[in-house]
């Protein structure tokens, strides 16, 4: 074959055929792979367990060396985890 012809012929079907192909491709993997796998949601929440834990362990420690006179420092707001518990 020319290649007068061989080029344009690879160039068509790369636009019509092998991008939309690669594009639909990587699509239909982003899809499938959208959520947590089962691992991803089980780490997570171990790490809201431990994170409720260490707020725990945090306010004790402050009841125990916060001062308890009359000019007792603002304390911080803080998110509260125990409402988000399910």
Same mark, same amino acid.
């Given at each position: ?28 993997? %982003? ?16 790490? %809201? ?38």
């Amino acid at each position: 074959m020319d290649e007068d012809i061989l080029i344009p012929i690879i160039a068509i079907l790369s636009i019509f055929v092998i991008f939309p192909g690669m594009c639909m491709h990587y699509f239909t993997m %982003w899809r499938s792979n959208k959520g947590l796998s089962a691992d991803d949601e089980r780490m997570l929440e171990d790490l %809201w367990r431990s994170a409720r834990t260490m707020e725990r362990r945090i306010e004790t420690i402050e009841k125990l060396i916060e001062p308890e006179g009359p000019e007792k420092a603002p304390r911080r707001p803080r998110s509260d985890f125990r409402d988000l518990d399910g």
